[in-house]
């Protein structure tokens, strides 16, 4: 999952930044500093991963883009960036 990805996701699930948190036993600044693109530990990032999973989140990987689907039929593609 790309700190993009986590962002689209959460934004289709209605989600902030504390409710992924919660949900993946991370706090909200770690949620936060991921999308932006810091690193953190590939341990929180699975977490993230699952919670986001868990809710319906599905990650796309095409060439060249990257998305989400969530429950309901909200899909986000862009362009991967390198």
Do not use: N
């Not at 949900?23 to 990032?45: D, H, N």
Request: glycine share 12%; proline share 6%.
């Amino acid at each position: 999952m790309t700190p993009t990805q986590c962002k689209m996701a959460r934004a289709g699930l209605g989600w902030s930044a504390a409710d992924l948190g919660e949900r993946a036993g991370v706090p909200r600044e770690k949620v936060a500093r991921y999308e932006t693109g810091v690193t953190i530990a590939v341990a929180s990032v699975e977490a993230m991963r699952l919670a986001l999973v868990e809710a319906g989140a599905d990650f796309l990987q095409l060439t060249g883009k990257i998305g989400v689907a969530v429950p309901g039929g909200t899909v986000a593609i862009e362009p991967d960036k390198p």
